[in-house]
């Protein structure tokens, strides 16, 4: 199981950045994506982004594709999300997932890929 926690949400006026962090604990090795989802009041929780760990190989929403990076600090066992040009419609809690064990090509947009997930952390967005 991997262990994750996020931070870095806050309030931002629109068009304005925020940085988001994940960081991982536990068996952090066994990993072969990371990903970042929101989800909005009323809403389901949506695919923003994702990283192979092996590869590292990058994925992007339609809808952030641009305006957002995921990275990550093998060192720190960290993953990053830079977000930039936020929009009101960005405003969401945004949660961190790992998935564990067997590799398959294509899944990472799926939230039941993913078997950890963090707390969240709220991003509001201010128009």
């Known amino acids: 199981q991997v262990q994750l926690v996020e931070s870095g949400g806050g309030l931002v006026q629109a068009g304005g950045s925020l940085r988001l962090s994940c960081a991982a604990s536990?068996?952090?090795?066994?990993?072969?994506?990371m990903g970042w989802f929101r989800q909005a009041p009323g809403k389901e929780r949506e695919f923003v982004a994702a990283?192979?760990?092996?590869?590292?190989?990058?994925y992007y929403a339609d809808s952030v594709k641009g305006r957002v990076t995921i990275s990550r600090d093998n060192t720190k066992n960290t993953v990053y999300l830079q977000m930039n040009s936020l929009k009101p419609e960005d405003t969401a809690v945004y949660y961190c997932?790992?998935?564990?064990?067997?590799?398959?090509?294509?899944?990472?947009?799926?939230?039941?890929?993913?078997?950890?997930w963090g707390q969240g952390t709220q991003v509001t967005v201010s128009s």
């Open positions: 997932a790992a998935r564990s064990g067997k590799y398959y090509s294509g899944i990472y947009s799926l939230p039941y890929a993913y078997d950890s």
């Open positions: 536990g068996r952090t090795f066994s990993s072969v994506y």
């Open positions: 990283l192979s760990w092996n590869s590292g190989n990058t």
